[in-house]
């Protein structure tokens, strides 16, 4: 079954601290891997896929396919990072931006 | 450039109304995607439209259905409300290739009571 799983349903860091949200997904064919954040009051938005590879507001993930993670990382958490963050998958190169939501995390980072 | 809107934003219902929801995509985009938000069951995809055919469809009985326009506008319709449709519906848009990125709306919150 296609599937991903955020086991934390709340992180509390203190500013400064680094940040580590957890992301396990199920998926038979080639998926792709997203982050995406909701901060207060605001829409959903994209933060990173795993196809560019590239960091977003100091935020990192990589995909391993061996242990089917797609963990967020962050060396220096800020408090402006604060935000409900959800993993989401997709098949790739299929005809569907169908997303497969994992339940969330909210990241709350103290001062 | 104007976000993804949707209208309307709050909606209360009684059972066995129906309720149709609005989502007008970002100009220039033809994929418009629903889901479903609740606290329990978190984003279930409802279903996605491109050029005004379903391309795909989430797991939800036939008293959900959508549409899309020309234009790429797209409307869900729920018939038969039942409480547990108590839900932020959200809709998404994005161009036609799976490399662009999908774009978010407000959602419309849909109490039914």
């Known amino acids: 079954a296609q599937r991903v799983t955020q086991p934390e349903k709340l992180l509390s860091v203190f500013k400064g601290a680094p940040v580590e949200l957890k992301c396990n997904y199920s998926?038979?064919?080639?998926?792709?891997l997203f982050w995406y954040v909701q901060y207060s009051r605001q829409r959903l938005q994209l933060l990173l896929r795993?196809?560019s590879r590239e960091s977003i507001k100091g935020f990192t993930a990589d995909l391993n396919k061996g242990e089917t993670s797609f963990h967020l990382k962050k060396p220096f958490a800020q408090e402006e990072d604060s935000a409900m963050y959800y993993c989401?998958?997709?098949?790739?190169?299929?005809?569907?931006?169908?997303?497969?939501f994992g339940t969330g995390t909210l990241l709350a980072v103290q001062p | 450039k104007a976000g993804v809107t949707q209208t309307p934003r709050y909606l209360i219902k009684t059972r066995g109304q129906q309720v149709t929801l609005s989502c007008s995509p970002i100009?220039?985009?033809?994929?418009v995607s629903w889901y479903q938000q609740t606290p329990g069951q978190g984003l279930q995809f409802l279903f996605e439209?491109?050029?005004?055919?379903?391309?795909n469809k989430g797991n939800f009985p036939g008293r959900f259905s959508g549409r899309q326009f020309s234009n790429s506008r797209s409307e869900m319709n729920v018939s038969t409300l039942e409480l547990g449709d108590s839900a932020l519906y959200l809709c998404?848009?994005?161009?036609?290739?799976?490399?662009?990125?999908?774009?978010f709306g407000p959602g419309t919150r849909l109490t039914v009571l």
């Open positions: 998404a848009s994005s161009l036609a290739g799976q490399i662009n990125e999908q774009f």
């Open positions: 998926y038979s064919g080639s998926p792709e």
């Open positions: 795993h196809i």
């Open positions: 989401a998958l997709r098949e790739r190169g299929g005809a569907t931006n169908k997303l497969i």
């Open positions: 100009s220039g985009h033809r994929s």
């Open positions: 439209y491109f050029s005004e055919t379903q391309r």
